[in-house]
């Protein structure tokens, strides 16, 4: 059974960069999207942007001049650097993957909070 | 960026009610669309896929259908773990997602 695990800060302050890694346990980072999506507080859910394990990646428009994305196969983890981060920035950080399009596998979510 | 639409934002029905999702999109989407459903403090799960497949062990009460721009999920007979809050999303890079359905217990 695949599982996936969020991990990193809780709280990150105001114009610093968040951090975030998902680590995949269960199956093959291999073959596969990997995608971070977030969710503020009572409301919906918003596509961060993905990363294939060759490493090629697709940004949202409106967040993709502060993410970077990164992958690595030998540890089967996958990461999230959000740059800048203001308090729109606290949600619910999921990590997801998708054979192409869908996502069939999620981690739990970890909350993010910015403030300072 | 295509937008999603959804209706009702809140379904209100009991145990053994049909249920009637409504997903809108901005522009065709062809048959590209999925549902998810999520219930609070977890993660959505991922329940119709192209519009009409169930997902593995979706449970055959929920079924979807639609194309181009206009999309239905159908919940036969409700049951009680089926109240939860239900996502459509496309597949056009960005993807985006519907703001959600709420269908409680009437």
């Known amino acids: 059974q695949v599982q996936l695990q969020e991990s990193g800060p809780g709280l990150v302050k105001p114009s610093e960069t968040l951090s975030l890694t998902c680590t995949v346990s269960?199956?093959?980072?291999?073959?596969?999207?990997w995608s971070w999506i977030r969710q503020p507080a009572g409301k919906g859910l918003e596509w961060i942007g993905r990363?294939?394990?060759?490493?090629?990646?697709n940004y949202n428009p409106s967040l993709k001049s502060r993410v970077t994305m990164s992958v690595d196969t030998s540890k089967n983890q996958f990461s999230l650097k959000l740059s800048s981060v203001t308090a729109a920035d606290t949600a619910v950080y999921y990590c997801?993957?998708?054979?192409?399009?869908?996502?069939?596998?999620w981690g739990q979510g970890t909350l993010v909070t910015v403030s300072s | 960026e295509i937008v999603l639409t959804q209706s009702p934002a809140t379904l209100s029905l009991s145990p053994g009610e049909r249920a009637t999702l409504s997903c809108r999109a901005s522009?065709?989407?062809?048959?590209?669309l999925a549902w998810y459903q999520q219930k609070p403090g977890q993660a959505p799960r991922l329940l119709i896929y192209?519009?009409?497949n169930r997902a593995t062990g979706i449970p055959a009460r929920f079924s979807g259908s639609g194309s181009g721009t206009d999309f239905t999920l159908t919940i036969s007979s409700l049951e009680p773990e089926d109240f939860a809050v239900y996502y459509c999303?496309?597949?056009?890079?960005?993807?985006?997602f519907g703001p959600g359905t709420k269908v409680d217990i009437k």
């Open positions: 997801a993957r998708a054979e192409v399009y869908y996502f069939d596998y």
């Open positions: 522009q065709s989407v062809s048959s590209y």
């Open positions: 269960g199956g093959s980072i291999s073959s596969y999207y």
């Open positions: 990363i294939y394990t060759s490493g090629s990646t």
């Open positions: 999303q496309q597949r056009s890079i960005p993807f985006t």
């Open positions: 192209d519009a009409s």
